[in-house]
């Protein structure tokens, strides 16, 4: 009976017409995804852009153009054609990599954009290391030691790392220890003097000057750099120690930490050998956000220090109604976050079988 029973199912399997590896469609999906997420997120922003109370037309000729000039411009920049006319002309620009011109520059969205990212690059990833280096051991320290004062110090720490503003952060720094003990660089990425001597190759003038063995020049940077680094790192900190010792105090509280203490393991290898290895994903995953965050986030630690990056120059396409500029920067930070996730699932996908 149980063979006259299976008999049906192998039939029916056998008749099933094979589809596509699950891989493929799982890729299509995760395409389709992606596309709507930043469709939505430019339509978004181009809309609101033009529903702002911002003449970018006023913004290029001043307030004492003629009423001709004014019109003149406006058809130039197609602000005459209804919106959805706009839009879809922009929609088509963008599928040819086109973002348009900045009205702040008169370059090139993309070009502009290429030009000063790498400074905020550079400017993030020192901060994302400061932040992991510090976060990742605080979170676990606290809870391998909860409700001690080592954990109340870190929470302490996240709270003021959440709370404080970064410009207010910066300005204090800059009083302090450049203008005061004069232990940091300046406003800047680099000190005038030293600005045409660099052979530029990536544009991330730390690794432009080792590797070029520029080491004076490159203590300069680092003298510069070190300071919003900091800032933005104490902010990473803050975000990481606590995400860490949320999920430890889970680990900590499993009957496998129990078990590894009953053979004599010490307290420490099983902390960070046994328990931190089973977060470790995890913990990875809020890395890449606390990065992008850092990379899209960076805008008044720029304004406050001068930083010649994407944050600032976002600032001033948003203070001048530079939409073209404002909606390339956004699709960006899109993209760098979308990016960033699927690179946090591809590491669970690696580590973690249990999610394939």
């Not at 094979?18 to 299509?28: E, K, N, R």
């Not at 879809?88 to 009205?103: C, E, K, P, T």
Request: hydrophobic share 55%; aromatic share 12%; charged share 15%.
């Amino acid at each position: 009976m149980a063979e006259i029973a299976a008999a049906p199912a192998r039939g029916g399997q056998a008749q099933a017409a094979p589809g596509l590896p699950d891989w493929v469609g799982q890729a299509l999906r995760l395409l389709v995804s992606v596309a709507v997420t930043l469709f939505g997120l430019m339509a978004l922003t181009f809309f609101i852009g033009r529903l702002l109370p911002l003449d970018p037309v006023a913004a290029i000729l001043g307030d004492n153009a003629t009423q001709e000039a004014y019109e003149a411009m406006r058809r130039q920049l197609g602000l005459d054609q209804p919106l959805y006319v706009q839009f879809g002309r922009y929609v088509a620009s963008v599928a040819q990599l086109d973002f348009g011109i900045a009205l702040t520059t008169g370059r090139p969205v993309l070009d502009d954009i290429a030009r000063v990212f790498p400074a905020t690059i550079e400017l993030a990833t020192v901060g994302i290391v400061i932040g992991t280096g510090l976060g990742i051991p605080l979170g676990v320290m606290a809870a391998a030691y909860r409700d001690t004062p080592l954990d109340y110090i870190a929470r302490v720490v996240g709270l003021l790392g959440y709370s404080t503003p970064n410009f207010w952060l910066g300005l204090m720094g800059l009083v302090l220890f450049y203008a005061t003990l004069g232990w940091v660089g300046g406003p800047g990425r680099i000190d005038t003097a030293y600005q045409w001597d660099i052979e530029p190759v990536t544009d991330l003038l730390l690794l432009d000057t080792a590797m070029a063995g520029q080491w004076d020049i490159f203590f300069n940077v680092l003298s510069h750099i070190i300071l919003p680094a900091a800032i933005l790192g104490f902010g990473a900190m803050a975000y990481i120690s606590r995400m860490t010792r949320s999920f430890m105090l889970e680990q900590l509280a499993q009957e496998y930490v129990i078990a590894a203490r009953v053979k004599g393991l010490s307290w420490m290898r099983t902390v960070w050998v046994h328990a931190f290895r089973n977060v470790a994903v995890q913990v990875v995953t809020v890395v890449a956000l606390a990065y992008a965050f850092l990379l899209e986030g960076a805008v008044l630690t720029e304004t406050v220090f001068a930083w010649p990056g994407f944050g600032r120059y976002l600032t001033n396409a948003l203070l001048a109604g530079d939409m073209n500029a404002v909606v390339g920067c956004t699709l960006l930070v899109g993209v760098i976050f979308v990016a960033l996730n699927l690179f946090s699932d591809l590491l669970y996908r690696i580590f973690d079988p249990r999610t394939r």
